[in-house]
């Protein structure tokens, strides 16, 4: 889990624990960070998945 490049001059990075409230206000994030960002959380939705399985 690393950071978001942000499309945001004033702000370089976001923090990934805080990329809910920058979805959330409609921060713009380069592409692909957030692309990664949705694989790293469906990687872990499906862990969780699996786990609470067994």
Known sequence: ???????????????FRDLHQAWRYGHALRKEHEEQALAVLRDLLDWCNRELRT
């Open 1 to 15: 889990m690393q950071r978001c490049a942000s499309h945001n001059q004033r702000v370089e990075q976001v923090e």
